[in-house]
């Protein structure tokens, strides 16, 4: 991984002062100790050291953790303890009172957070410890602008049949940029609590009512993160920007829904560090009297190339 990636996390102001805010939330000067996990550049774990931890472990099994440790060194954080390994792969890891772990993605489980995060409250948090994020929720809103889906019709403009190509890009998940106006209404469509629920599985679905005659051309989708009681952290297209974005979902076809029918989406996922990640989403069209008129189904896997 390029050090670029890393410094768009640390340019984004958004995401770090909701971490720092969260950290002052927990940290007692002299007392707390901390462990942060994925700690990339060392960042969070630097941000724990000035907010008065007593000792702040550092996990990271990429290079980057070779930039960590002279970067601990630079700033002369002694008591800042770079351990070069993944978190679940530690045996027997001193114990903490807060773990702090920034491993969310534009999806944001893709980087295993959940299973990150179970086993860090079963091995690393002292009993009554802190998890940061504490829960997530996940939304999900219909797409009423074809801004993006024109995109798309580039496979039908060479003269050619390029269907099976476009098929493919069709069963695919883009990371884009969406503005609220563009949008139906959000709805949550999955939520968890990190460390109490360690379902890598995900599921959940979702529907709208309309009020008038509409187009639907996909799906964004997003979160939000309750990193401590009161102090969130949100991907949503009204929220103040951060490097990550949402991620659109399209559809086969836009459906041409009439005022008084229904518009619903079932999702699923499952991300696991063996398997990588794995979406499914399922799009569907009632009419007034409640008969489903399409359906439409879509799948990651069959965006990839063999």
Same mark, same amino acid.
């Given at each position: ?212 005659? +509409?187009?639907?051309? %996909?799906?964004? &989708?997003? *979160?939000? /993160?309750?990193? $401590? ?5 949100? =991907? ?35 991300? +696991?560090?063996?398997? %990588?990640?794995? &979406?499914? *989403?399922? /799009?569907?069209? $009632? ?5 489903? =008129? ?13």
């Amino acid at each position: 991984m390029r050090i670029e990636y890393h410094r768009t996390l640390i340019a984004d102001r958004v995401r770090n002062a909701a971490f720092e805010k969260a950290l002052r939330s927990v940290i007692k000067k002299g007392e707390t100790t901390v462990a942060d996990i994925g700690t990339g550049t060392g960042l969070l774990a630097l941000m724990a050291a000035k907010l008065g931890a007593r000792e702040v472990y550092l996990y990271e099994t990429a290079e980057v953790g070779g930039v960590a440790e002279k970067i601990l060194k630079a700033n002369g954080a002694r008591n800042c303890h770079l351990i070069p390994c993944h978190s679940t792969e530690m045996v027997d890891p001193p114990r903490v009172d807060v773990v702090v772990s920034e491993t969310l993605g534009n999806y944001a489980f893709e980087e295993h957070t959940i299973e990150t995060l179970a086993d860090a409250k079963k091995r690393f948090l002292k009993p009554g410890g802190v998890l940061i994020p504490r829960a997530l929720k996940q939304f999900v809103a219909p797409v009423v602008s074809d801004r993006i889906a024109r995109d798309f019709a580039a496979w039908d403009a060479t003269g050619f049949d390029l269907s099976v190509a476009r098929l493919m890009s069709l069963n695919n998940i883009y990371v884009r940029t969406m503005k609220p106006a563009e949008l139906l209404a959000a709805k949550v469509w999955d939520e968890i609590t990190f460390g109490s629920d360690a379902r890598s599985t995900r599921k959940g679905q979702a529907s709208w009512k309309l009020d008038e005659a +509409t187009t639907v051309y %996909g799906f964004a &989708v997003w *979160w939000e /993160a309750e990193l $401590t009681p009161g102090v969130h952290l949100s =991907t949503s297209p009204d929220a103040p920007r951060t490097h990550w974005e949402q991620l659109y979902f399209p559809l086969l076809a836009p459906i041409c829904a009439a005022k008084g029918e229904t518009v619903g989406i079932n999702l699923r996922s499952r991300t +696991t560090p063996e398997a %990588g990640t794995h &979406v499914a *989403w399922i /799009a569907t069209h $009632t009419n007034a009297k409640g008969r489903e =008129t399409t359906r439409q189904s879509l799948n990651l896997d069959k965006g990839y190339l063999p």
